[in-house]
C-alpha cells in the first residue's frame, strides 16, 4: 500500500488503514486522522559501534534496544547492507536479511525495514525470493528498500565490479522491475530477462510475497512475460 493509498480512509465505522508512511483512522463520527509512522535505524557495527565487541554480545544489544522500541511505541526497525564497519577496524557488520529474519521472530509487532539492499551485490531473483520469504515469515512487515550502492571499499572487498553511479542507478532500475514482478501480486508467473547487468535466469516463476502489490515501475521498465528495461521512450 502506497502512502497516498493509507490516506484514502473510508467505511462508516471505526476504522484503520496502515501504510508504510502514515497511519490513518476513520472515526465514528466520519473525520479522518492520520499520523506520520517513526522507525528507527538499528546499531548493526556499521558506524563501528560495536568495536571490539564480542558477536554475541553486539546482537544481544541490538535485540534489546529492538525490544525497547516496540514497547515504546516504534512503528519499524530498520537495518542497512554493508559488508564492511565504516572505519575499518574489528567491528562486526550485521548481514541485514538474517538479523530481519532474528527480528520477525524477536519483534512480534513492529515493521522491518532494509535501509538500503545493495543491487549491485545482488542478484534480483534471490532478493525477491529472500524478501518474498521474510514477507511471510513476519506476516507481511517487511518493507523492502532497494538501493545502488556508494562505497567502492565493499565491491573491493568482495571482488565485485563498482560501476559508474549512471550504470548503478540502471542496475538499480532493472531490479526494482524484477523484484517488482516477482513478489506482486497478479503478475504473470514467469519471467526471463534481457539486460546482462542483472545475472537474471529465464523462466523464474513469482516468488509470492504477502502484501499488496505496489504501484508500477518505472516507465522505462514494462513487466510481462519477459520484463524489458531501456532508456524512456523519447517524447514528441
Known amino acids: 500500500m502506497s502512502w497516498s493509498e493509507s490516506l484514502r480512509c473510508g467505511g462508516g465505522q471505526a476504522a484503520c488503514i496502515h501504510g508504510h508512511l502514515y497511519a490513518c483512522y476513520r472515526t465514528t463520527g466520519g473525520r479522518t486522522l492520520c499520523r506520520v509512522k517513526i522507525g528507527l535505524i538499528l546499531p548493526q557495527g556499521f558506524f563501528n559501534e560495536f568495536e571490539d565487541w564480542p558477536a554475541d554480545r553486539a546482537w544481544q544489544r541490538m535485540l534489546a534496544i529492538a525490544q525497547l522500541a516496540e514497547r515504546l511505541g516504534f512503528d519499524s526497525l530498520w537495518t542497512g547492507e554493508h559488508v564492511l564497519a565504516r572505519w575499518g577496524g574489528t ?121 499488496p502489490p505496489w504501484p508500477s515501475p518505472p516507465a522505462s521498465c514494462r513487466p510481462g512475460r519477459t520484463v524489458v528495461c531501456g532508456p524512456p521512450a523519447a517524447s514528441g
Open 91 to 211: 567491528s562486526p557488520a550485521f548481514d541485514c536479511f538474517t538479523i530481519g529474519a532474528a527480528l520477525a521472530a524477536a519483534v512480534p509487532r513492529v515493521g522491518i525495514g532494509f535501509i538500503v539492499l545493495n543491487s549491485t551485490f545482488r542478484n534480483p531473483v534471490l532478493t525477491a525470493k529472500a524478501a518474498a520469504t521474510l514477507d511471510a515469515v513476519s506476516g507481511g512487515r517487511l518493507v523492502l528498500g532497494l538501493g545502488a550502492g556508494f562505497i567502492e571499499a565493499e565491491a573491493q572487498a568482495l571482488g565485485t565490479p563498482f560501476p559508474p553511479l549512471p550504470e548503478r542507478l540502471r542496475m538499480l532500475e532493472e531490479h526494482f522491475a524484477i523484484v517488482s514482478h516477482l513478489t506482486s501480486a497478479g503478475r504473470p508467473p514467469p519471467v526471463s530477462y534481457r539486460r546482462p547487468s542483472s545475472n537474471s535466469t529465464p523462466g523464474v516463476p513469482r516468488s509470492g510475497a504477502t502484501q
